[in-house]
């Protein structure tokens, strides 16, 4: 589904990512390890088209990202904090972003914010939200499309026990329809009850983990 192949950034002199070749099957939880600035957001950014390598090549299915799409297409992405427009609803928000792509009616929204435990009758202005709300509206908007991938980075930020049980179980039920998922997580315990694979990073070098 997702194949990764000889990429390497390098931003002002720096080398973020070093020659890093990985194939994210389809179907399956896929998750990355390692500290802050190892080079995990870098390389979903990559996937996602949002950073274009300095070299290699990556292909979501038959396209080539930034040749044949700039973006991967049927693709849900948290990446960093999910930016929102305060002052309106959750509702409004996921509805405005609905919208540009014209996929989905009201009912189909509704029943993403339900699914990941909000409420898409509030009137709550997304500035009151706390930021296991953010990242519940966050995840919420990746799904609403029924994507066929999901890049998901710390999307367990700001979430309490019941909501970090609530998105894992939602997670492994979206794995059971078939999705491809890439998880980013500091959990180990995440990491060990959801993936399949494991990978990680370290000063921009992936090294692939076995005995998950």
Do not use: W
């Not at 039920?173 to 180990?188: C, E, F, R, V, Y």
């Amino acid at each position: 589904m997702i194949s990764v192949r000889n990429v390497s950034l390098t931003i002002k002199k720096t080398e973020i990512l070093k020659s890093i070749s990985i194939e994210f099957e389809e179907g399956k939880i896929h998750g990355l390890i390692g500290r802050n600035g190892s080079g995990k957001t870098m390389l979903m950014k990559c996937i996602c088209g949002f950073v274009k390598p300095t070299e290699g090549e990556i292909f979501v299915g038959d396209y080539k990202i930034g040749k044949d799409c700039d973006f991967p297409k049927n693709t849900g992405i948290i990446i960093e904090t999910p930016g929102f427009i305060p002052y309106y609803s959750g509702y409004k928000n996921l509805k405005l972003l609905a919208d540009l792509n014209n996929k989905i009616k009201s009912e189909q929204i509704r029943a993403a914010i339900q699914q990941v435990g909000l409420d898409p009758n509030s009137k709550l202005h997304v500035k009151k939200y706390s930021l296991g709300m953010r990242q519940r509206l966050g995840l919420a908007q990746a799904i609403m499309e029924n994507p066929d991938i999901l890049i998901l980075d710390e999307p367990m930020n700001g979430l309490d026990k019941d909501g970090v049980g609530d998105m894992r179980k939602y997670l492994l039920d979206l794995k059971k329809q078939g999705k491809t998922i890439i998880i980013a997580s500091h959990s180990s315990e995440d990491i060990e009850i959801l993936c399949d694979t494991v990978s990680e990073m370290d000063k921009g070098v992936l090294t692939a983990l076995s005995g998950f």
